[in-house]
């Protein structure tokens, strides 16, 4: 049975849903093709994804195509429950609410496992990792990875030969990151943190902590609202490129002194610690768009205040000893999900897709893949990307036949 | 006694005003500096303006002063009932509910004006007019005007000689109108876009009907996100600039049929019809940034629909005769007021920081104007955005004595 | 007779000016329809304009509606030879070359004058300065000029009551200086700049002194490459308008010490001073873009330097006591027209629009203008927008009658 | 001996190599650091690359470190003979001018082949086919490439095992592609086209054909003047991420009806053809920012055209049948190269870095290596990026060991 907060909440959630849905139109569309084959009918699905309406319409897609679909949230604070209730209505199982504790979130993680996924759909790859300390990999065909984050994990498994079933990182694919990390983070990010704050963007200094693709669409939006935008880099390419686009580059503890706002887009832990927070100005607004709420380290900053406050929801104010307030949203988690909706509908419409063609290809191939991490075929990959240009109406050239042979040539 | 929804919000309300009274601080330092000498003992102020934090912020500073506050809310829906509710326990009288119906928003008005007031601070004139119409503009001292709509009513009635007192523009003092229209509708309509639909901006085409200075921060903002803007206008330089800006230009039946998102921004009636909605494209979203619910002819809107229905908070979806949905975010009224928190707090410290002095202005020189229409003395104006460069640690230089003679000769 | 520097230079100046001429429809367009009028027969008119293709073209025009035209150029270093050599060919009388020392400057001034002209175009006012100490101004109908910096010296004059003809600000009308200033500026001096040094301007920090329409325009368009962009302000209405649209704000000191490149916006004089040069880069640019070469102090700094030395064409190098090496751009003339072509085709094309339409204005109102400084009327000024929109297909709507009734109202 | 234009133009063109070399910091602070060494003694370079100031400065470097260098140009069109002439003076034998013929310029191809070049510096690879076709590649000890055209030439060759010997992809090293391509070309050829036309950018449709890194510094650019930009891609991703960019994406037909401005950024054949010639506007302008003059159909152009006539330097005038008239910018090869001084001087300080220590790498490494195409060692191109910004004074943080150990694991 599935476990939400209140079945009551489901009509609002309905809602959201059907928005969602009606937008995601290269998802609806692949689904309406094959819908009457139901591929994957026999199929089970586990999937740890950020539970709101969008992915809610995943589930959905997969439950059209013949699986059968158990879900849990992927971050504890990211499960909307008007959309969690309304699902329950709507797919086999669902395990999750906003604000569980660690626990909670564990148990719900393992309840999806209980149900016997053969495919898993996973963000960050807790969901497989637990899968393999619990020592049912070997049941698994295979799974996809939304996350840089869990690519990483996933790559780090390979190498040390622990990878328990064949993995697509969906990631990789150009029709999720191409878009999703630059396009989906950087407008969400500031979506978050318009709604958590109410304060003007035009003047302030944002710093960004890392240029990857989500830092650059992050870097991108805050100069698009009149930002003055500071990068943070550990790679010299990147700090070099970030320069040439016209930011200021600088060591994190001289950009400490200076932020208004700070956003770390790393993947990696304590980028923002006890050394930052000593310099910081009175009023700094820290906010994570990273995977894990590892970026901020929360547990410094709390050490470190005289006291703690709850101010706005979704930001928590810590008094310094100096009597400097520091502001953290939502609690150093992905301020993009935790404050606002998340990606934006468009985005996540190809990612999802994406995710679609991923679990189809795992299940077509059971049997036929290593236990590697794998991308999506170029193939399908571009088909993705196809389908979208034509449902948005936009014009695409092709090469003629000289041009290929001239490509080809070098005489 | 203050009318409010519930009182028991007032805890939620309480904090949201903190949050925007610590960070509006051109008006904290005017108020500190000024407070020991209550210059405003002994006079009644009424308020009309979108009753939310920032606004909440202003009317207690008038408190401080020594002024006692009634206030009312400018639009049905622009009132926070938490913020309401902390305010009613906070200052004289408040009256004021989201979701008034047009008698509750008059009648609300009317019991602001029984309060007796000496200063009226208005936000559309609409509490002014009403003074007048009830005959007691001849109690009043004087009022003063927030918006470019309000002010041009005033004007209306200078020119008609049917003023009753003396008014302050404060719309156009350079502190509010250089920033707050541009900067503030900017990105606040946006955020109210954002937050109403999770759609994503980049590669949309937004189309921006009117380019004063609210339209010109609209399509700044939006092309800051990846839309594709399209500005409408009547006014042959402001399309010319437009058209130099970068932005697509064209009349507006042509952009109805190519929008994905409109935002009206005329201060005018009308401006998308009927004859709009029968082109516009199945999903097209319609948004008001002007101050009255005039501009998107709702009416007409709703003559067409088959059926209409609210599919998200402040998202009403029209199904018109041919199948296509088109959709209405805020009911038609401001966006940024309905579907977010109105512009961001540290345009409206200036906004309000300008009003403060207005009103001062009024007292200190009653029965010293005439019933015309006034600006805020240069000296005033220039004082505010001297503070704010100061508080925001700018700097600024000055002329040299052979600088000024040089500007001054011509020889 | 024409005094050129070669005219053997001709027919490369001839295609410069076809090639203008072809582009400048709006001036061919008003041209066209009234040449056969000869509205300007038996008139006679002076200018003293930058003597490039553009001013040709508007040269030209004057003549085929029957004028007779003289003309030199309003900067020592603006003219260019070929153009002139051409022109020479083409109107009445050229007085110019590229280089003149101040006395020539002078003297070809003082030729236009002894021609005799009815109508004086001017750039600066100083042909009109010139002809009031000549005591010959009782002769002129009027003038029409054509800068900010030459209205401020004319209005000037009116406050003292030493203006001997009625004058019409070209400068302020909207179709002039809502384009000219803003993009002409922005455009050509980056231009300038490029041509000049072929530096990268992307990751560079380019110190704008003057936050007006051409310091606007400048600071925009160096963004636009991606430079980091200082804006320099004595007013704080300005200052704060720079702040808020993303840009470092800071007094000429502080900046002085960042910068690699400099422009000067300010139609003042000594506003990069030994002080600046004292404190700048090794390396850094100083480039001018206002209208006289008063704004980078040329003397100080050429006092201060132990060398100096052409190392590029319209690059000067000053090496300081300390080994820092300083780069003047064009001597400190306007960089975008010695270093450049000045404006852009299309942005001249209005300005010099207004210009004809302002003679002829001043021609058929002989006799009924005041000594003043006046403004084309609104119909005229509109005439030209709405003209430009036309040619460049740009739709435009117009007002309903309703619509029009709705803004007169104020009930 | 060295064949050059006029030995008379060598101190024009001394200067501006000295300009060049003294802003290429991170050339020559590797030059001095190896300097003392001559690791290149005994070794002969032949060059073949855009002859102008800052290869003059390539080529000093390469004999300041013992080499004996050879070189001409790798365009018939973008030799400076101003720079050649200085640069014969300088180093052992330069074979270049503007404006060579086709036989001219396989000549002197030949002539640097003849002086028996060890390493090949090449520039779309037309000196090493060469060496390949003379059947002297076997005495080269390997080359290097700076362009992607010629690399994706060399990955042919290598692909048909006709490869002679290794070659460095310098092109794709990050210190180059990251930069040269995108920023690069971006600037310079905004800055050709201004330089040529004097056209106004802001308002101008541009399109930009190819979204490659080329394509999308030239859209940025011209976006950043306020252009209305338009991209024509053929892969479905590179189209999808020009979308979410806020481009105008349609196919090359549609496009050429819009366009004001067309630039060719593919590295392909015939991308503008007489089918795209025959629709579009009077007046269209036509340049080509990619290595051969291939993209524009010349040919094609000509055929069409009723007459043809050069109108200003650099653009060259076609009239068609009915009227229209459309302008080649330099002779459709590269504009930033041919009507401007190409790469901003930074750019190619980062590329020629790069082309430095590939050179040092064949040299250090005969014997060693295959004949396959190689990129430079990380390590190696890391240097350069690390160099860059030290000199430029920008701030680098760098991983912690913990932050690493977290990278590596998946627990």
Request: glycine letters at 10%.
């Amino acid at each position: 049975m599935s476990i939400v907060r209140d079945v009551g909440l489901a009509p609002a959630g309905r809602r959201k849903i059907e928005w969602a849905m009606n937008r995601m139109r290269v998802l609806s569309s692949l689904v309406s093709e094959m819908e009457s084959e139901k591929p994957l009918a026999g199929i089970s699905v586990g999937i740890s994804l950020h539970l709101e309406a969008k992915t809610a319409a995943l589930a959905i897609s997969l439950e059209r195509l013949g699986a059968r679909v158990s879900i849990t949230s992927s971050n504890p604070l990211s499960a909307q429950d008007d959309v969690a209730a309304a699902l329950s209505q709507m797919i086999y199982r669902v395990y999750a609410w906003r604000g569980e504790t660690d626990s909670e979130y564990e148990e719900n993680h393992r309840r999806v496992l209980a149900d016997g996924p053969h495919i898993i759909v996973d963000d960050g790859a807790d969901l497989s990792v637990m899968a393999h300390s619990m020592g049912i990999a070997g049941r698994v065909f295979g799974a996809t990875e939304e996350t840089t984050t869990g690519v990483l994990r996933f790559r780090a498994m390979e190498r040390d030969r622990a990878l328990g079933f064949p993995v697509i990182a969906v990631n990789d694919a150009k029709s999720k990151h191409l878009y999703d990390n630059r396009f989906g983070s950087g407008q969400s990010v500031v979506d978050g943190v318009l709604r958590a704050t109410n304060v003007q963007i035009g003047g302030k200094r944002v710093v960004v902590l890392g240029y990857g693709w989500v830092g650059k669409g992050v870097a991108e939006r805050f100069r698009g609202l009149g930002a003055r935008v500071i990068v943070v880099e550990v790679d010299p390419f990147k700090a070099l490129e970030a320069y040439m686009d016209g930011y200021e580059v600088m060591g994190s503890m001289d950009a400490a002194k200076l932020g208004d706002i700070f956003v770390t887009c790393t993947g990696n832990i304590k980028v923002l610690t006890d050394q930052h927070f000593r310099v910081m100005k009175d009023g700094a607004l820290l906010a994570n768009a990273g995977h894990f709420d590892v970026e901020v380290d929360v547990k410094a900053l709390r050490s470190m205040a005289t006291s703690e406050d709850e101010v706005r929801p979704n930001v928590r104010e810590f008094v310094m000893p100096d009597g400097r307030r520091l502001y953290l949203l939502g609690e150093g988690r992905l301020v993009n999900l935790v404050a606002a909706d998340g990606h934006p509908i468009e985005v996540m419409d190809l990612s999802f897709a994406t995710q679609l063609l991923s679990v189809l290809y795992l299940v077509r191939n059971r049997g036929r893949l290593e236990r590697h991490v794998y991308t999506l075929p170029d193939e399908l990959d571009e088909e993705i990307a196809r389908r979208k240009l034509r449902i948005e109406g936009v014009g695409l050239d092709s090469l003629t036949e000289e041009q290929k042979r001239y490509l080809e040539s070098w005489r």
